[in-house]
């Protein structure tokens, strides 16, 4: 399997196949980021393109919560 994030035309290297991919690092910064991946069988015939999005949102939440009298 490859990976490609955001533009789909830079790939990783080709690894084993695995059920999880961890350790994957995004690019930097918010917003919507598109992850891609191929796999390959044994007699090298590489798969269709599939992506999904995921979206980056590192601001903490804001307001405050008070204690009610009573």
């Known amino acids: ?3 490609s ?8 290297d080709w690894e084993p196949f695995q059920a999880v991919k961890n350790n ?3 690019p ?3 917003g919507t980021k598109k992850v891609s991946y ?3 069988d044994i007699a090298g ?3 269709s393109v599939y ?3 995921i979206t980056v949102d590192t601001t903490g939440p804001a307001g405050r919560i008070e204690k009610g009298k009573g």
């Open 1 to 3: 399997m490859r990976f």
């Open 5 to 12: 994030t955001n533009d789909g035309a830079s790939w990783s």
């Open 24 to 26: 994957f690092s995004l």
């Open 28 to 30: 930097t910064g918010d």
């Open 38 to 40: 191929q796999v390959r």
């Open 45 to 47: 015939i590489i798969s």
């Open 51 to 53: 992506s999904d999005t």
